[in-house]
């Protein structure tokens, strides 16, 4: 594997290859082959868990990490991203994963860029190992994906979690339903699952999926309160009790308490929202050693 960019480019074989390889690390097996390797996590947008997960991962499996902070980078001087990501290269990184507010920035670097690009998130575009740690926590929980029904709630159309879930979760055999503000729902989705009142969305599904609001990509802002957002749209602790019994609860974080879920459900026994966190760190670590590997 050269780069991870999107999902869609992932072969069945090799989204199952991942998570096999995650599930390997979660049981404490190492790899030397990260030793002497030289990675830089180029955060142009916000993050918690993607920054601090991938270095997480990267230090496990020993690999030298090169600090870059885009606020305080000649970046701020105007150096553009692919002069940022060939200097990163000149000096011997050997990979890069980037976070990026531009939808399918990698586009620009795929010619005259030669290491591997992890992507971290662009834009609206794509999330691809937020969708390998979903994955991963449901395949956990499930063993499989055939014949699951999984909701994606929220704010759909803004939500590059939404996109690479849905793509995979469909590929995988999952049938895919999206629910929320219908204004944030977008017909390309389709393809990928049919849209459902909130209701029906919730007491349906295996797994439900709840998304921010993601305010810093909307034009405009939402005319409902929060109130009124977590009562017409959200997890409330009245739906929750009409979910399947053995269904769970999850969120790509970082999640607002009392508007797309209700502050009690967040460390429910329903819930798997932190487990998806914990998993990041195995999956990224597949992730890397899939790239580096010769
Ligand atoms: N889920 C996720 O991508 O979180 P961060 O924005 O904190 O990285």
Redesign the pocket.
């Known amino acids: 594997m050269k780069h991870l960019l999107t999902m869609n480019e992932l072969t069945t074989e090799e989204i199952e290859s991942i998570l096999t390889q995650a599930e390997k690390f979660k049981n404490c097996e190492t790899w030397d082959g990260a030793r002497e390797k030289y990675i830089s996590n180029l955060f142009f947008?916000?993050?918690?868990?993607?920054?601090?997960?991938f270095e997480m991962a990267e230090r496990k499996l020993g690999i030298s990490v090169i600090p870059f902070e885009a606020a305080t980078s000649s970046v701020q001087k105007g150096e553009s991203l692919y002069d940022t990501v060939k200097f990163m290269e000149s000096i011997g990184v050997d990979a890069v994963v980037i976070?990026h507010e531009e939808d399918h920035y990698f586009r620009q670097l795929m010619e005259g860029i030669n290491i591997p690009i992890i992507n971290?998130?662009d834009g609206c575009g794509n999330?691809p190992t937020?969708c390998l740690l979903d994955l991963l926590t449901i395949k956990e929980e499930f063993g499989s994906f055939e014949d699951l029904k999984i909701s994606i709630i929220g704010d759909i159309k803004h939500s590059r979690?939404a996109r690479s879930n849905a793509e995979a979760l469909t590929k995988l055999g999952a049938t895919v339903c999206f629910s929320g503000p219908k204004e944030w729902f977008s017909n390309a989705l389709l393809e990928n699952g049919e849209y459902l009142e909130i209701d029906e969305a919730i007491e349906t599904s295996d797994g439900v999926m709840l998304l921010r609001i993601q305010h810093e990509r909307h034009a405009s802002t939402s005319q409902l309160t929060k109130e009124e957002y977590h009562d017409s749209f959200g997890l409330t602790i009245e739906r929750e009790k009409r979910m399947k019994r053995n269904s769970i609860i999850m969120h790509?974080?970082?999640f607002n308490r009392g508007v797309e879920i209700a502050d009690e459900l967040v460390e429910s026994a329903k819930s798997r929202i932190f487990k998806q966190m914990e998993n990041?760190v195995f999956v990224r670590m597949a992730v890397l050693k899939k790239v580096l590997e010769k």
């Open positions: 947008e916000a993050s918690t868990r993607t920054r601090c997960s976070r971290g998130g999330h937020q979690v790509p974080a970082p990041g």
